[in-house]
């Protein structure tokens, strides 16, 4: 069965990076893509990106741009989400979902959400 | 980017009932780039519908969507006690955006 299973939770300070990882099994790890999703407490959803695992080629969305960075192994069948420069702003669940190839839509197969904590 | 704005933010309805819930586009949406998910507290979302009106694997047919341009809907035919939740649409256009959720709560 399809899985994805990430990293377990994080407490950084200001300013700090963030690595979360995702790891995928039970289906062909480059006929898709893996978005990176986000949940503030008590707040909707908000997308921050796409990565093509075949390509490794990514959409980042407009707001985080110069502030993450999606990579995938395939090796490893593992993709992570690097985000740099917290602020108490980035406190959330963060969410990897697989997407169609391209374009990256239906988000059929979630992961199970890793809590990032930022302290001052 | 294209806003979604979704109505009403909060209903309230019993089990047995046909709830409706609304999605408006700030720009017209490709049907095809159209999808609706529910979530439950402490959960991930799941994916209902995408296309606008097709449903995902294992989605009871008591969901259905509809809709297109600007305007898009999910209906819930009668309602089951695991059906409330939270409800987003999303659309993709270049990027992706999610509506800001319209949460079904029991009478």
């Known amino acids: 069965q399809v899985q994805l299973v990430q990293s377990g939770g994080e407490v950084k300070s200001r300013g700090a990076s963030v690595k979360v990882s995702c790891k995928t099994s039970?289906?062909?790890?480059?006929?898709?893509?893996i978005n990176w999703v986000r949940q503030a407490p008590g707040q909707g959803l908000e997308w921050l990106g796409w990565i093509s695992v075949y390509q490794g080629n990514t959409n980042i969305a407009q707001k985080f741009q110069g502030r993450v960075t999606m990579t995938a192994d395939k090796s490893t069948t593992t993709v992570y989400m690097d985000l740099r420069s917290l602020t108490s702003d980035d406190a959330a669940v963060y969410y990897c979902?697989?997407?169609?190839?391209?374009?990256?839509?239906?988000?059929?197969?979630w992961g199970q959400g890793t809590l990032v904590s930022v302290s001052s | 980017d294209i806003v979604l704005t979704q109505s009403p933010g909060t209903v309230s309805l019993s089990p047995g009932e046909r709830a409706t819930l609304s999605c408006r586009a700030s720009q017209s949406v490709s049907s095809s780039y159209l999808g609706w998910y529910q979530q439950k507290p402490g959960q991930a979302p799941r994916l209902l519908i995408y296309g606008a009106s097709s449903r995902a694997t294992d989605i009871p047919d008591r969901f259905s969507g509809s809709g297109s341009g600007t305007d898009f809907s999910l209906t819930i035919s009668r309602l089951e006690p695991e059906d409330f939740a939270m409800y987003y649409c999303?659309?993709?256009?270049?990027?992706?955006?999610f509506g800001q959720g319209t949460r079904l709560e029991i009478k």
């Open positions: 039970g289906y062909s790890f480059t006929s898709y893509g």
């Open positions: 979902a697989r997407g169609s190839h391209w374009p990256p839509i239906n988000f059929d197969h």
């Open positions: 999303q659309q993709y256009d270049g990027s992706i955006t």
